[in-house]
């Protein structure tokens, strides 16, 4: 089992992430693994309600709706 402090650096750094992507851009898009296309703003809230269920996160570079965005993922711990 995963104690909280653990879990929280987990989506401190997914937000870290993400900001370094985002960088000084506005109005940037982040793709979620279900189809959903999401402002930063939510996708933050995505990432860390998926890390408190226990999942793996990661967020990359990708293209969102033709233009640089957002890719996030997530995956069960093996």
């Given at each position: 089992m995963v104690i909280n402090s653990e879990t929280e650096m987990r989506w401190i750094e997914a937000w870290s992430d993400l900001f370094d992507i985002v960088a000084d851009r506005y109005d940037v898009q982040c793709?979620?693994?279900d189809g959903q296309i999401v402002n930063v703003e939510t996708c933050?809230?995505?990432?860390?309600?998926?890390?408190y269920k226990g999942f793996l996160v990661e967020v990359?570079?990708?293209?969102?709706?033709?233009?640089?965005?957002?890719?996030?993922s997530?995956?069960?711990?093996?």
């Open positions: 793709l979620l693994p933050q809230g995505w990432l860390q309600d998926a890390v990359r570079p990708g293209w969102v709706l033709g233009r640089r965005g957002v890719v996030a997530k995956s069960l711990p093996v």
